[in-house]
């Protein structure tokens, strides 16, 4: 079966430094993957999607992340945090065929330090 | 850019009372509308999955008798929570895929339900 594998519950960064948040699929195939950030209370926002293509996909808030088969990775990445960047973050994969509905790991809270 | 709203924003209701919640995709037809629920501090479950005209697909443990799915029309959502009890308070967040090939999702802002 498929599943999204977020391996940090929590962590903290302090502002103006580097993030990468982790996550890891299982699927067989290629899979379509998405990472969305969640403010509390409020619905997901997407912040970038791999279909197919270049591995290092550029999304938005200065986010980017990078697709590696071999490792069975997308992890999320941003040079330098900002405090407005704390959040819930979730990856997610769509595995299978179109139309079904997106599988989400369990979420990365980033608290953001001064 | 597509925009999936939901309403109401939060509701409070008693026990034994139901409580119907709404999700539209305002510039685009959806084709496909999935309800996730979302406990504190957790991911998204997918519920159910709703194609416009046609019954809603629940997934295992999902009562289907309890929370019903109407999906009337291209645009048009809803979830009814029906005899909630406190174990339904949770936060139900909506999404929408504009075509039937698409593997994206666009999500509504969330209801909160609580019951008393």
């Known amino acids: 079966a498929q599943s999204v594998t977020q391996p940090d519950i929590h962590i903290t960064v302090s502002e103006g430094a580097s993030l990468e948040l982790r996550c890891n699929y299982s699927y067989g195939a290629t899979p379509y993957l998405f990472w969305y950030v969640q403010s509390p209370g409020q619905g997901l926002q997407l912040l970038l999607k791999y279909f197919s293509g270049d591995t290092l996909v550029q999304g938005i808030k200065g986010f980017e992340a990078e697709f590696k088969r071999s490792q069975s990775s997308f992890n999320l990445r941003k040079p330098s945090v900002h405090w407005s960047d704390a959040a819930e973050y979730f990856c997610a994969v769509a595995a299978g065929q179109a139309g079904t509905a997106l599988i989400f790991g369990k979420g990365t809270t980033l608290s953001v330090s001064s | 850019g597509a925009v999936v709203s939901q309403h109401p924003s939060w509701v409070i209701c008693k026990s034994g009372t139901s409580v119907k919640i709404e999700c539209r995709s305002l510039d685009f037809q959806a084709t496909t509308m999935f309800w996730y629920r979302q406990f504190p501090k957790q991911s998204l479950m997918l519920m159910a999955t709703?194609?416009?005209?046609?019954?809603?697909?629940?997934e295992q443990g999902v009562e289907k008798d309890k929370f019903l799915i109407n999906h009337a029309s291209l645009t048009l959502s809803t979830l009814t929570v029906t005899s909630a009890h406190p174990e339904d308070s949770s936060f139900y967040i909506c999404?929408?895929?504009?075509?039937?090939?698409?593997?994206?999702?666009?999500f509504g802002p969330g209801t909160r339900l609580t019951v008393t």
């Open positions: 709703s194609n416009e005209g046609s019954k809603a697909t629940y």
């Open positions: 999404s929408a895929r504009e075509r039937s090939d698409s593997y994206e999702q666009y």
